[in-house]
Nanobody
Framework: VQLQACGGGLVQAGGSLRLSCAAS????????AGWFRQAPGKEREFVAG????????LYADSVKGRFTISRDNAKNTVYLQMNSLKPEDTAVYYC????????????????WGQGTQVTVSS
């Protein structure tokens, strides 16, 4: 399985971005998906996760109400809509897949994309 993330960029505080992550292979629809991020000098942290059917999602408290994770299994793609962006959201964002259900622990995820940079200016 290979994951290709895109959609990052430079945006002003209060703006929006939509990240996409396209997956190759047949396991996508059987996999839980998640987005993580890593800021300079900080550990990678969980941002959002979604169940394999898309019916259940989880969010970190820091992004709840501002970010929305979704997926299109027909397109093997998971999305992260980011609204009301803040400078503290600046990080490299990674998509990842894990077997079956939801998860927040990076160790549970088997496949990782290459990351896409999101920079939010104040």
């Amino acid at each position: 399985v290979q994951l290709q993330a895109c959609g990052g960029g430079l945006v002003q505080a209060g703006g929006s971005l939509r990240l996409s992550c396209a997956a190759s292979g047949r396991t996508f629809s059987w996999s839980g998906a998640g987005w993580f991020r890593q800021a300079p000098g900080k550990e990678r942290e969980f941002v959002a996760g979604i169940s394999r059917g898309g019916g259940t999602s989880l969010y970190a408290d820091s992004v709840k109400g501002r970010f929305t994770i979704s997926r299109d299994n027909a397109k093997n793609t998971v999305y992260l809509q980011m609204n009301s962006l803040k400078p503290e959201d600046t990080a490299v964002y990674y998509c990842a897949l894990k077997p079956y259900g939801l998860g927040q622990d990076a160790l549970e995820f088997d496949y990782w994309g290459q990351g896409t940079q999101v920079t939010v200016s104040s």
